[in-house]
């Protein structure tokens, strides 16, 4: 008898497979669908194929055409990067596993690279409430948060500040699109609190596809920074001003070393 661990999402309320999720991946991986299918060993119109398959059970579009060829909007980037996480957790041997989001990526990263044994150590970049569902699972040892309301509703963990970030407020019209990444709850309670009148159309993992609407929107200073973005906001960012947490269970010497590193480097800055 062989028995193997496997890997399924549910999506819409529909279970895909390993080999259907193996094909969102592949595309997520090499960016085109012939390069996904070379990958896979299979034709390209086996592979568009596949694709139309899941695309119907899942009720949704996972790509676009764009001039470069037909790529995965962000459901589907959402979806490979689901699974790719939820293969790194089946696999876990031990390491500490640490969660962050795109806000905060290149800081964890660089508190790693100066960290003895980064191999140890094992990295998922998804959202804070994605993350904090795993983490309140205990399958993560530290959560780097870009909203630190979480910290507060979490009981039994404990949480230190590494870095502070600003909020810039695009203000468009009344209605708003919700990024996916940051402190958006701080954003929003701001709004409330000065009786602004507003609604929250969708959320979005794609902040280019936010500045491309006509929807007002909330991004973290550091991130636009880091993209190289000029973005006018509405409101002083220091009335938007937060801290960034690490929250953990246990005080591990390797959770507490990416922790004081995380702070060296945010001090620099």
Request: charged share 30%.
């Amino acid at each position: 008898m062989k028995l193997e661990p496997a890997v399924a999402l549910l999506v819409n309320g529909r279970q895909l497979t390993t080999h259907q999720l193996e094909v969102i991946e592949a595309i997520y991986e090499t960016g085109s669908q012939k390069a996904a299918a070379k990958k896979l060993g299979i034709a390209t119109p086996v592979l568009h194929r596949y694709l139309h398959q899941i695309e119907a059970k899942v009720n949704a579009r996972l790509v676009d055409s764009t001039p470069r060829g037909t790529v995965l909007n962000s459901d589907g980037e959402e979806m490979a990067k689901e699974f790719i996480a939820l293969k790194r957790k089946l696999g876990r041997t031990g390491k500490v596993v640490i969660g962050c989001t795109v806000v905060t990526e290149e800081l964890v990263m660089s508190a790693l690279s100066a960290i003895d044994h980064a191999d140890e150590y094992d990295l998922i970049i998804s959202t804070d409430e994605r993350n904090m569902r795993d983490f309140n699972a205990r399958m993560m040892d530290l959560v780097i948060l870009d909203d630190p309301i979480y910290a507060y509703e979490t009981d039994g963990a404990q949480w230190e500040e590494v870095a502070e970030d600003r909020l810039l407020h695009i203000e468009r019209s009344q209605v708003y699109g919700v990024f996916r990444f940051g402190a958006q709850r701080i954003g929003f309670k701001y709004l409330e609190s000065k009786g602004t009148q507003f609604r929250k159309e969708r959320q979005d993992h794609s902040l280019s596809s936010l500045i491309r609407s006509n929807m007002s929107f909330f991004v973290n200073e550091s991130l636009a920074l880091r993209k190289g973005l000029s973005l006018k906001s509405a409101t002083d960012p220091d009335l938007l001003k937060h801290k960034i947490l690490g929250i953990y269970w246990e005080e591990r010497p390797e959770v507490v070393a990416v922790l004081k590193e995380m702070a060296k480097r945010s001090l620099r800055n």
